[in-house]
C-alpha cells in the first residue's frame, strides 16, 4: 500500500494562503486553555502495513418510495475483482418504510492496531420511521436478521426513533442508541442500551438530558460521551421548510451534552449560537484517545464547532471555527440556501476533516492538525441543486464574498452518469486515500430537494486523494438505478474490517 498522505506540514500555495487569511477571523487570539494533553495526531506510517483496503462494504439501502421493504446489502469495493462495484449479498428488513439511520457494528476495536485482527458478526441498525432496531448477523459474505427489536419494546421506556449506534470495546459493555422521540413521537434526547450477548433492550438512561436527541460520540478512556441536538422527529418525516429558516430556536435543538457515560451522569451542556448552532448533525471525538478534542457541525447553522476542555476548571467549550455562508439565489424556494451540513468524518490520523454540503453539492476538506485554528484545504463538486437545477443561480452580489464555499466546477461520473442530488453520507479508509459518498440523507428531504433520488435510486461513488488533493474516481460507480423491486437509495456505509467511524477506542 502505498502512502497517499502527507505527513508533514506543506507551505501553503497563493491560493491557500488566501484561504487561512480568510478564516483568520475564526482564530482564537487570546492563549489557549490548559489542556491536559494537546491535540497529538496518529503517525498512521507506524501501524500501515498491518492494514489491507477495504475489499467490503456493507450499505444501507432504504426502498426510496417505500413500497418495498429497505435492504443491507454487502457490495465488492475491490477493484480487481469481477464483481467490482456490485451487491454480492443482501437482506430485507421486514417491513416498508422502516427508514433505517445510521447503523454500526455491535462491537468496538480498542485501537487502530486492532481493527484488522478484530472479528466483526453483527452490525445493529436503527430505524426512524418504523421504530425498529435489528440486529444483523454477517459471515462468509452472507447476511442474515439475527434479531428484530420491535419498537413496542421502545414505547415501553417512553422513546422512539432510534437514530445512531455506538459500541464501546469493553467486554459486557452494551450498545448505545440514541433515540429522537417519546413514546407519542414528540421530541424527546434519550439512549437505549442493548445487551451484546442476549440482543434484550436494557434500561435506559436517567433522567431524560434535553428535549430532543440527535448524534453522538464515545471517549472511553476519559469516560466521556458527547450528544447532540436535532429537532422534533416530524421535521425530518414532513421534511425541511425553508420558513423555519425564520423560527430556528422553535424549530432544532442547539446545544451540546457532554455526559460521564458510567454511571450516567451529564456533566454540561453548552448552549451554541441559534443562528450558527441550529440541528447539530454531527459530532465525533478525535481517534486519539489520549486526546479530549473533538469536532461538531450543524446543518441549518452550517458551521463547524472545535470541542475542548479547560483542565483546571473541567467546563468544556466549543468554539465556531469555519462558517459555511447561505447563498443569496433566485429561482429556488427561498431567497437564501444553506449548504445544509449532513456528514462529517475526521481522518484516521486526526489531521482532516472531511463535511458534506448536501444543498451547495460541495465536499470540503479541512486541515484540523492544530484544531484551533482550522483551515479550508481544499473542495470539490458533487451534484448539488445547481447541478440538479440549473434554473437556480447564484446572485452575483455575494459571489465573490463566498467564492471560497462556492461549488467548484461540476465533474461527471463514469460513463457520463449525473450525480442525482448532492453529498449526504461518508466513509474513510483507515489510509485516508479513498472517499466513499453517498446521495441520500432522509427519504423526505431527499424527495423534496432531489425527486430525481426518489425516481431513479442512489448512488455511491469515490473521492480519491492523490497528492494531498481530492479526485473523483472515474472508475468506480455504485448506482441503485434498475435495482430489482427498486428504486433504493443508498445512505450509510460500514467496512468489514472497521473504518473512520465504527470504532471507539480505549
Known amino acids: 500500500m502505498g502512502v497517499c498522505i502527507s505527513h508533514e506540514y506543506s507551505k501553503p500555495n497563493a491560493e491557500q494562503a488566501e484561504i487561512l487569511q480568510d478564516f483568520s477571523k475564526f482564530m482564537k487570539p487570546e492563549e489557549r486553555p490548559p489542556m491536559a494533553v494537546e491535540?497529538?495526531?496518529?503517525?498512521?506510517?507506524?501501524?500501515?502495513?498491518?492494514?489491507?483496503?477495504?475489499?467490503?462494504?456493507?450499505?444501507?439501502?432504504?426502498?426510496?418510495?417505500?413500497?418495498?421493504?429497505?435492504?443491507?446489502?454487502?457490495?465488492?469495493?475491490?477493484?480487481?475483482s469481477e464483481t467490482f462495484c456490485t451487491i454480492l449479498s443482501e437482506v430485507h428488513l421486514t417491513s416498508n418504510g422502516d427508514e433505517p439511520g445510521r447503523m454500526n457494528w455491535a462491537k468496538s476495536a480498542e485501537s487502530l492496531g486492532e481493527m484488522n485482527k478484530f472479528v466483526r458478526r453483527n452490525i445493529i441498525v436503527p430505524c426512524m420511521n418504523s421504530g425498529k432496531i435489528y440486529v444483523i448477523a454477517f459471515e462468509n459474505e452472507k447476511l442474515w436478521i439475527e434479531k428484530e427489536i420491535r419498537n413496542d419494546e421502545l414505547i415501553r421506556k417512553d422513546v422512539s426513533c432510534p437514530y445512531a449506534v455506538r459500541s464501546l470495546p469493553l467486554k459486557g459493555a452494551p450498545v448505545h442508541v440514541s433515540t429522537l422521540g417519546d413514546r407519542f413521537g414528540n421530541g424527546k434526547g434519550d439512549f437505549i442500551l442493548i445487551d451484546r450477548r442476549t440482543w434484550e433492550v436494557r434500561k435506559k438512561s436517567e433522567p431524560t438530558f434535553s428535549d430532543y436527541g440527535g448524534d453522538f460520540s464515545l471517549q472511553p478512556r476519559h469516560n466521556l460521551m458527547i450528544s447532540s441536538e436535532w429537532g422534533h422527529p416530524r421535521l425530518l418525516r414532513d421534511g425541511f421548510m425553508p420558513s423555519e429558516l425564520e423560527n430556528v430556536s422553535e424549530s432544532f435543538g442547539a446545544r451540546l451534552h457532554v455526559w460521564q457515560i458510567s454511571p450516567p451522569k451529564l456533566i454540561q451542556s453548552i448552549n451554541l449560537d441559534t443562528c450558527d448552532g441550529s440541528l447539530v448533525i454531527c459530532v465525533k471525538f478525535l481517534h486519539n484517545a489520549d486526546c479530549n478534542h473533538a469536532f461538531a457541525i450543524s446543518a441549518i447553522g452550517s458551521s463547524i464547532f472545535h470541542l475542548h476542555m479547560n483542565t483546571l476548571t473541567k467546563e468544556w467549550a466549543a468554539d465556531r471555527v469555519a462558517h459555511v455562508p447561505l447563498l443569496k439565489v433566485e429561482n429556488w424556494q427561498s431567497d437564501e440556501m444553506?449548504?445544509?451540513?449532513?456528514?462529517?468524518?475526521?481522518?484516521?490520523?486526526?489531521?482532516?476533516?472531511?463535511?458534506?454540503?448536501?444543498?451547495?453539492?460541495?465536499?470540503?476538506?479541512?486541515?484540523?492538525?492544530?484544531?484551533?485554528?482550522?483551515?479550508?484545504?481544499?473542495?470539490?463538486?458533487?451534484?448539488?441543486?445547481?447541478?440538479?437545477?440549473?434554473?437556480?443561480?447564484?446572485?452575483?452580489?455575494?459571489?465573490?464574498?463566498?467564492?471560497?464555499?462556492?461549488?467548484?466546477?461540476?465533474?461527471?461520473?463514469?460513463?457520463?452518469?449525473?450525480?442525482?442530488?448532492?453529498?449526504?453520507?461518508?466513509?474513510?479508509?483507515?489510509?485516508?486515500?479513498?472517499?466513499?459518498?453517498?446521495?441520500?440523507?432522509?427519504?423526505?428531504?431527499?424527495?423534496?430537494?432531489?425527486?430525481?433520488?426518489?425516481?431513479?435510486?442512489?448512488?455511491?461513488?469515490?473521492?480519491?486523494?492523490?497528492?494531498?488533493?481530492?479526485?473523483?474516481?472515474?472508475?468506480?460507480?455504485?448506482?441503485?438505478?434498475?435495482?430489482?423491486?427498486?428504486?433504493?437509495?443508498?445512505?450509510?456505509?460500514?467496512?468489514?474490517?472497521?473504518?473512520?467511524?465504527?470504532?471507539?477506542?480505549?
Open 338 to 506: 444553506p449548504a445544509l451540513l449532513t456528514d462529517m468524518i475526521i481522518s484516521m490520523d486526526d489531521r482532516w476533516l472531511y463535511v458534506c454540503g448536501f444543498l451547495h453539492g460541495v465536499l470540503w476538506r479541512f486541515d484540523i492538525q492544530d484544531p484551533f485554528r482550522v483551515s479550508l484545504h481544499g473542495k470539490i463538486n458533487l451534484g448539488g441543486i445547481f447541478d440538479s437545477f440549473p434554473e437556480v443561480r447564484i446572485k452575483t452580489s455575494n459571489a465573490m464574498e463566498d467564492r471560497w464555499w462556492l461549488p467548484p466546477e461540476t465533474r461527471s461520473l463514469p460513463r457520463g452518469t449525473k450525480f442525482r442530488g448532492g453529498p449526504a453520507l461518508m466513509q474513510l479508509s483507515k489510509d485516508g486515500c479513498r472517499l466513499y459518498v453517498c446521495n441520500s440523507f432522509y427519504k423526505a428531504w431527499d424527495a423534496q430537494f432531489y425527486p430525481e433520488l426518489i425516481s431513479d435510486g442512489g448512488q455511491m461513488i469515490r473521492v480519491d486523494i492523490v497528492d494531498d488533493e481530492m479526485q473523483l474516481n472515474e472508475k468506480f460507480l455504485i448506482d441503485m438505478k434498475g435495482q430489482p423491486n427498486g428504486p433504493f437509495v443508498i445512505r450509510d456505509i460500514k467496512f468489514l474490517d472497521g473504518d473512520c467511524t465504527s470504532d471507539s477506542f480505549l
Open 39 to 80: 491535540h497529538q495526531m496518529y503517525d498512521y506510517r507506524l501501524v500501515e502495513e498491518e492494514q489491507d483496503d477495504e475489499l467490503f462494504a456493507i450499505v444501507c439501502c432504504p426502498h426510496s418510495i417505500g413500497y418495498e421493504r429497505d435492504k443491507i446489502a454487502l457490495v465488492d469495493l475491490d477493484p480487481t
